[in-house]
């Protein structure tokens, strides 16, 4: 996984894994941004309560 400065991830998956969660997550209708970022919400409040406020305040204002 890359990381960088940039607000970026980078993660590199088996290419069916890709396919296979694309196409799940097309028939819910859920981009794959909003899918990873509801995902992290959840472990980070399972795993340390406090994140969860801190990483709200990361998202910019149109993605509240």
């Known amino acids: 996984m890359s990381r960088s400065s940039g607000g970026r991830i980078v993660v ?22 909003d899918w990873f970022i ?15 406020d801190q990483v709200k305040k990361c998202r910019s204002p149109e993605e509240k």
């Open 12 to 33: 590199e998956v088996d290419p069916e894994l890709e396919k296979w969660l694309s196409a799940a997550l097309s028939l819910d209708g859920t981009p794959l941004k």
């Open 38 to 52: 509801k995902e992290v919400e959840h472990y980070l409040d399972s795993h340390a309560g406090l994140v969860h």
